[in-house]
Nanobody, 125 residues
């Protein structure tokens, strides 16, 4: 059974940093890319960032580019999202996700195969 487990959410003041972690288990994730989406209250789930299996390719939404960094740990089943210069509009539930690499670049959440349970990030002004 595939599991994606997020951790690291919490409350932070605007301008501060936060790092999210995602641990994947339950299958071989070769040729899968991993990423993050987020969903604010009353809004649709939106793409945040993605990283290839090798870690050599990354994608970011325009709203987080330059502030957030996605990277893999030495164990390829760990993915992190370093969030800097956080803004109140970054407040959302953040979800870790995975999908086959041929879908990399997709911002359509319905195309992704696996999801974590989500972790809340709250940024206060």
């Amino acid at each position: 059974q595939v599991q994606l487990v997020e951790s690291g959410g919490g409350s932070v003041q605007a301008g501060g940093p936060l790092r999210l972690s995602c641990a994947a288990s339950g299958r071989t994730f070769n040729n899968y890319f991993m990423g993050w989406f987020r969903q604010a209250a009353g809004k649709e789930r939106e793409f945040v960032a993605a990283i290839s299996w090798s870690g050599g390719r990354t994608y970011y939404s325009e709203s987080v580019k330059g502030r957030f960094t996605i990277f893999r740990g030495n164990a390829k089943t760990m993915v992190y999202l370093q969030m800097n210069s956080l803004r109140p509009e970054d407040t959302a539930v953040y979800y870790c996700t995975a999908a086959p690499e041929y879908l990399m670049g997709s911002t359509t959440w319905g195309e992704y195969d696996y999801w974590g349970q989500g972790t809340q990030v709250t940024v206060s002004s």
